[in-house]
């Protein structure tokens, strides 16, 4: 079958095969892929992984076949898929905290083989293929009148990014927010605020096509970040005490403290975008004295079981935007292109389409 595969370059290839699933695993038809930063970030270096693997971790389709022991998703069933195997058994699974269950963090799968060689899949998924092999727990069955262009983007951008909003920073009506970074993640770190009702909802980027979008999903205000804006001043004007939220969704240490600088007294930092392993970020320790906290958020601290179905109702009734976040859909033989579009900020999403 066709796949994108990362072997120290980003091929395009037809040599792939998948094994059959386990007796808790389930085989998908991958219908549509989402291109995320952190596939990007492979390619670029930021986040190292074993090679050959097959690429992408945002993606929607059919389910095919079932292992033995699947009992809750059955062939045919249309199905969002998550990254988190979360096994179902651990303390932490059990009190509802999937992202903190031991088993989703630093397993590699390899379900693939690429020209008859063992090849790994990445972050859990390998959704830039035809079918892919995940365990049932990562399967979330959805309405089958839902695109699966628009659905395959819950899989990350709007787990990571509304979650962020809902199940980390929670903030009350009327809390401000600055989002730093607009791409699939922070514009759905935007529309996770404006569902909660936040204001005002200020949000930068460096690229000014970014305006447009980031007022579509919900943000107040735009600031167009560069050498000759002082950004800071600018969110002072607008919130002379500085705001109750804000969110890195870049993955840049300056970006970082700008965003803790700009807290007001209680505020807090979500850190969401993520940086070379091992990169540091600095702040001043008296300036958080005044209740303010910065938070780590791992895939919108979601429990893909409980959010999954609850953003595909919100989608359906109209009040979340996903076909929206799709600019443009791209055969896997245009991944390429894709990328391009992306750096050069056209994009809120690049969807591969592979049936
Ligand atoms: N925490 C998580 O679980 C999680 C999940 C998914 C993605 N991520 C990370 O989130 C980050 C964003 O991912 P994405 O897919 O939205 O990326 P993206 O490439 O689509 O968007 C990044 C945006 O940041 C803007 N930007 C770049 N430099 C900037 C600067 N100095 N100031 C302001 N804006 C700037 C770009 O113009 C772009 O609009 C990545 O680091 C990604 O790896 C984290
Ligand atoms: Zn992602
Ligand atoms: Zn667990």
């Given at each position: 079958m066709k796949a994108i595969v990362w072997t120290g370059q980003l091929e395009v290839r037809d040599d792939v095969e998948v094994r059959d699933p386990r007796?808790?695993?389930?085989?998908?038809?991958?219908?549509a892929a989402g291109l995320c930063h952190s596939d990007v970030s492979v390619v670029d270096g930021t986040i190292p992984f074993p090679t050959p693997a097959v690429m992408g971790h945002e993606g929607a389709g059919v389910v095919e076949a079932v292992g033995d022991a699947v009992r809750k998703v059955h062939v045919g069933d249309h199905v969002v898929l998550t990254t988190l195997g979360?096994?179902?058994?651990?303390?932490?699974?059990?009190?509802?905290?999937?992202?903190?269950?031991?088993?989703?963090?630093?397993?590699?799968?390899?379900?693939?083989r690429v020209a008859g060689e063992r090849a790994f899949q990445f972050a859990n998924a390998g959704v830039f293929a035809e079918t892919t092999v995940v365990s049932e727990s990562q399967a979330v069955v959805i309405d089958r009148d839902v695109p699966f262009s628009s659905a395959c983007l819950i899989g990350c951008a709007v787990v990571t990014g509304v979650g962020a909003v809902f199940n980390r920073a929670k903030p009350t009506h009327g809390q401000s927010a600055l989002v730093i970074g607009l791409g699939g993640i922070g514009l759905n770190v935007i529309q996770g605020l404006r569902l909660s009702d936040a204001l005002p909802i200020i949000?930068?980027?460096?690229?000014?096509?970014?305006?447009?979008?980031?007022?579509?999903?919900?943000?107040?205000?735009?600031?167009?970040?560069?050498?000759?804006?002082?950004?800071?001043?600018?969110?002072?004007?607008?919130?002379?005490?500085?705001?109750?939220?804000?969110f890195e969704c870049v993955g840049h240490p300056g970006l970082v403290r700008q965003a803790i600088d700009l807290l007001d007294w209680g505020g807090s930092c979500v850190l969401l975008g993520v940086p070379k392993f091992g990169t540091e970020a600095s702040f001043v320790i008296n300036t958080l004295y005044n209740d303010k906290s910065i938070l780590g958020c791992r895939y919108g601290s979601t429990r893909p079981h409980h959010d999954i179905p609850m953003l595909i109702a919100?989608?359906?009734?109209?009040?979340?935007?996903?076909?929206?976040?799709?600019?443009?859909t791209y055969a896997p033989a245009d991944v390429q292109q894709a990328l391009d579009d992306m750096h050069a900020g056209k994009l809120n999403r690049a969807v591969l389409t592979f049936a």
């Open positions: 007796a808790h695993e389930v085989r998908v038809r991958v219908h979360s096994c179902g058994q651990c303390a932490a699974c059990d009190r509802g905290q999937p992202t903190h269950c031991r088993d989703t963090a630093g397993k590699i799968h390899a379900p693939f949000a930068v980027d460096t690229n000014p096509a970014k305006e447009a979008a980031a007022l579509e999903f919900g943000a107040t205000h735009f600031i167009c970040a560069g050498p000759d804006v002082d950004t800071a001043a600018a969110v002072r004007e607008i919130c002379p005490t500085g705001v109750d939220h804000a919100l989608y359906k009734a109209g009040r979340l935007k996903l076909d929206e976040l799709v600019s443009g």
